[in-house]
Nanobody, 121 residues
Framework: QVQLVESGGGLVQPGGSLRLSCAAS????????MGWYRQAPGKERELVAS???????NYADSVKGRFTISRDSPKNTVDLQMNSLKPEDTAVYYC???????????????WGQGTQVTVSS
């Protein structure tokens, strides 16, 4: 089983910045994709940003130019730097991995427990 520990959420004023961090541990052979999803009240969960091994980052159109995802593959960590935050960025943010627990096993998806980000004056 994999564990994802998220940190960095909180309350911030519009235009402000926050940095989310996520560390993966447990039974992990390899992680192909690490990323962040978010879910606002009454809305479906959506992909915010992701980064695959040996590949460039992928962003939702709504956050391009404001958010930056970074990954430390040897440490199995992924961060999301969020700048110029808007009230519409308010949501629970979930760390996500697409990984293989063993060399012979199938790849799996896993989400963390989530961390609340609130953008409000």
């Amino acid at each position: 089983q994999v564990q994802l520990v998220e940190s960095g959420g909180g309350l911030v004023q519009p235009g402000g910045s926050l940095r989310l961090s996520c560390a993966a541990s447990g039974t992990i052979f390899s992680i192909n994709v690490m990323g962040w999803y978010r879910q606002a009240p009454g809305k479906e969960r959506e992909l915010v940003a992701s980064i695959a091994s040996g590949s460039s980052a992928n962003y939702a159109d709504s956050v391009k130019g404001r958010f930056t995802i970074s990954r430390d593959s040897p440490k199995n960590t992924v961060d999301l730097q969020m700048n110029s935050l808007k009230p519409e960025d308010t949501a629970v943010y979930y760390c996500y991995v697409h990984y293989k627990p063993t060399w012979y096993g199938l790849e799996k998806d896993y989400w963390g427990q989530g961390t609340q980000v609130t953008v409000s004056s």
